[in-house]
């Protein structure tokens, strides 16, 4: 663990887990050995971090969320109180599948909102914004806004979090008002062309 970061008294960092520089671990959390975190990251009351785990910088997880193995979130991802991840795809009390877990990546800059689930075997794009309570069961692109259960794609949303007036698809540009940030949307994917 870096110098800087804190943990507080009630929370379990095993034997093994590396943390960065700089992060916050609440009330009640419990991060097994192995995992990998990153600087600055800020784990909320009650969050569980499994050992095949790997967090990036400035990720912040709010109350209430497990991150279970097989997961890899990169840096900057806000994860929203109480979302879930998940790691096998048809679990059975009476069936053993450790086996089995699918991989699930959350790429730099995504946001998933409140009590939002993520179904694992998934790629979550970069700077991507899941709205609260919707259910992902396939790859997100980057930059889209997604709501619903299960989850439809209804927009994109710039870096800065802010909707785009842009189609679902075609060939537009628009610009973040925020920040000035030039997207171009090309068939069915935005990216970021100036900032």
């Given at each position: 663990m870096g110098g800087s970061t804190s943990v507080h008294a009630t929370a379990i960092v095993d034997d093994g887990a590396v943390l960065g520089d700089g992060c916050r671990v609440w009330h009640f959390c419990h991060i097994s050995s192995g995992a990998r975190i990153g600087q600055r990251c800020s784990f909320g009351q009650n969050v569980y971090v499994g050992s095949d785990v790997r967090i990036g910088d400035n990720v912040k997880i709010q109350n209430n969320v497990s991150v279970y193995d097989a997961v890899t979130i990169e840096d900057d991802v806000?994860?929203?109180?109480?979302?879930?991840?998940?790691n096998v795809y048809n679990p059975r009390s009476a069936v053993t599948r450790k086996d089995e877990y699918r991989r699930t990546t959350v790429r730099q800059g995504a946001t998933l909102g409140a009590n939002?689930?993520?179904?694992?075997?998934?790629?979550i794009g970069r700077y991507a914004f899941i709205g609260a309570g919707a259910v992902i069961n396939r790859d997100v692109p980057d930059f889209a806004l997604m709501v619903g259960v299960p989850a439809r794609q209804i927009g994109w949303m710039s870096r800065f979090g802010e909707r785009l007036r842009l189609p679902l698809s075609g060939n537009h540009e628009d610009t973040c008002p925020h920040t000035g940030d030039r997207y171009r949307l090309d068939g069915s994917a935005v990216t970021l062309i100036a900032s």
């Open positions: 806000f994860c929203g109180p109480s979302m879930v991840f998940t939002c689930t993520i179904v694992c075997g998934t790629t």
